[in-house]
Structures are given as C-alpha cells and as structure tokens.
C-alpha cells in the first residue's frame, strides 16, 4: 500500500505543477458571488443528459432543448444554429434578461411567449424573467 | 498565518462537519471571504474534473465557471454542507459531459490515447524539468481516460467519499477499489516510469 501512496504522491506533485487552474478561472470564479440573483425563484435545469444516455440514445440525435423548470413556469432553450430559440410559459409577453459573463441585453418575448436572440460570445449564461411579477432565473449553462 | 476564511474551510475539509455546515451558512449570508476561500480551496478539484473529461482551456474554464455559479444560486439548497465536495464534483461532470454532447463529441473510456492528444509530450512538459517527474507525467497522460480522472479525484480530495467518486466517474461503487488498483498497477508499470526510475537510482 505504502507503494501507492508514494506513488500518488508523486502524481499529486507532478499534476500540480503541469495543469494548475489558470488564475484569471480561479478570479472569475472568485467573483461569481457577486452575481448571486436575490428574491428571485430558481428554474433549474432538468437533467436530460444522464437520462438519454442511460437510455442509448447518441449524442449525435439529440435535438432537444434546455428546459428550466420552477413551479408553473417553464424556460424550454433550443440552440438553432448561432441563435437561441427560447419557449416560455405560461405563455405571455414576457421580459429576459439574457445574462452572459459580465454583459447583459434585455428582451421581450412575443405574446406566445416566444424569442430569439444570438448566442452571445461570453459563456456560460442564463436567463433572467419578469414571469407576471415573478422575478425567475434559470441555472447557467454552457452553450 | 492563514486568515479566519482559510482556517474555517481548511477544518471543513479535514472532515470536520460543523466547519462544513459553518461554511454553508456564511455563504449564504455573503460571507465573500469564506466564498473566496472555498474557491481556493477547491476549484483546482472542478478544474481537474473538466481535464479528466479531456476539455480544453477555453471549454475547461467555461465549466469550470459554470459550476461555481451554480453553486451561487443553489447554496440555500445544500442540505448537507458535508458533501459540497462531492456536489462540485458531480456538478462539474455534469456540465462536462453536457458540453460534449452538445459539441457532438463522446468520451471514449477505456481505450488509451493512441494518437495525438495529451499522449504526445507537450509544452506542459516544459515546467517539468525533473526527467522522472516528466516520465510520470507521460505515463499518466497514456492511461485512459477514467484512469485519469480517478487518479485525479484520489490525488487532489483523498477525503471524498467512494460514492461521490462513482458518481462522478459514473461507475458503480463497488468497481473502483479494483479500478484504483488496476489504474496505480499500469501507471507504475509503464515503460516510461520504469525506464526513468531505474535509469534515476
């Protein structure tokens, strides 16, 4: 066993210095706090992925959206081409806050609770809604 | 001297589960110091989970990114500030394999690299001036991918519990005392370390 260890310590010594997080992932991360949404509902991502691939399907036939969730309200995100299609319900004029790193734009869907917008160039993003009053946030995700 | 932060996170780690729930709650209220020190502390675990999954620079820090914002907005809902370790661990696999998806690409688990990628010796090997260091290094980037990333997990948070590296190597629990043995066994035996350490002694 004691082999081993001193194994993995060395692995550890050698990990550490070849591919060590950059600082500017550590500093970024540092500041996510500052991001923290407050007095607002969460709409988690559903995990479609473990779920899909458990089922055989291949990453090559996926198609589908994101879809968020919290209660009643639904955030379904489809990426099409360099655009990303959103569904929101209920469906409703509603207004999205589309948050990518440091910027943001502000958009409304239409009465069906449709939008599309470019995919912005900053990763990862998320959405930011006035739901009737409801203030609603999605995860962040990579897209 | 380490501040009150790093102390706080550094007791939470050693296993100490009311550090952990301290930590929890100071989050919560804003505390950016302990954030701070949590980020410290443990995005070098993130950051290798998104290596193991063989992602590049710019996709490794998307990730990475991605699951300390998460950890922002989902904070109120930890209920077991014990396993936030296992939390970012598996939430980091999640994002990985999500973004493989989405890139079309596919981890191939048990095959060693055969060609190109971080098999071939790199500029990181420019840090290592050390010949058995470097020896090491290549022997670790030619084991497979899910040898990689255990070894990662072991090496950087020997406290994780099995059942948050299974679930973050997706395996089932019971295979990876064998895989563990499996991955030093190849590590140790490859030509390369063997090479360079009886060459060093």
Redesign the interface.
């Known amino acids: 066993m004691s ?2 260890d001193d ?2 310590a ?13 600082d ?3 500093e ?3 500041a ?2 500052e ?3 407050f007095d607002a509902e ?1 709409a988690e991502l559903l ?1 479609e ?2 779920d899909l ?1 458990d089922a055989g399907v291949r ?2 036939d ?1 198609a589908e959206p994101m879809v968020f969730e919290v209660g009643d309200v639904v955030v379904e995100v489809e ?1 099409v081409g360099d655009e990303l299609h959103l569904q929101v319900a209920p469906t409703a004029v509603t207004a999205v806050v589309v948050r990518a790193g440091s910027g943001s734009a502000e958009h409304t869907t239409d009465d069906l609770g449709r939008l599309s917008v470019p995919v912005p160039d900053e ?2 993003i ?1 959405f930011e809604l006035d739901v009737g009053g409801r203030r609603v ?1 999605t ?5 | 001297m380490p501040d009150a932060a790093t102390d706080l996170v550094t007791r939470a780690r050693a296993g100490d589960s009311a550090a952990w729930e301290q930590v929890v709650e100071r ?1 919560r209220n ?1 505390d ?1 110091a302990v ?2 020190a949590l ?2 502390r443990y ?2 675990l ?3 989970v998104a ?1 193991g999954f063989r992602l590049a ?1 710019a ?8 699951v ?7 904070i109120e809902r930890i209920r077991e500030p014990a396993r936030l370790p296992g939390w970012l661990s598996a939430t980091a696999r ?2 990985c ?6 890139q ?3 981890l191939v688990d048990d095959e060693p690299e055969a060609e190109g990628g971080s098999a071939e010796p790199g500029p ?2 420019l ?2 001036n050390d010949e058995r ?1 470097a020896g ?2 290549r022997a ?1 980037a030619a084991l497979s991918a899910r040898c990689q990333q255990l ?2 997990l ?3 948070e020997p406290e994780l519990p099995y059942a948050d590296v299974a679930e973050t190597l997706g395996v089932p629990v019971g295979s990876l005392g064998p895989t563990r043995s499996r991955c ?1 066994d190849r ?2 035996s490859s030509a390369e370390v063997s090479r360079i350490r009886s060459a060093g002694t």
């Open positions: 082999d081993d194994l993995l060395d692995l550890a010594r050698v990990l550490g210095r070849v591919d060590p997080p950059p500017h992932v550590r970024a991360a540092a996510a706090i991001l923290r949404a969460l995990d992925a473990g691939a990453s090559a996926l990426v990763r990862p998320r946030v995860d962040w995700v990579v897209v | 989050v804003g950016r954030w701070e980020v410290e995005t070098s993130v950051w290798s290596r620079d996709d490794a820090g998307d990730v990475h990114q991605t300390w914002l998460r950890l922002v907005e989902h999640n994002e394999l999500r973004l493989l998806r989405r079309g690409r596919e990181e090997e840090v290592l260091d090491l290094w670790f070894l990662r072991l090496v950087l030093l590590l140790r």
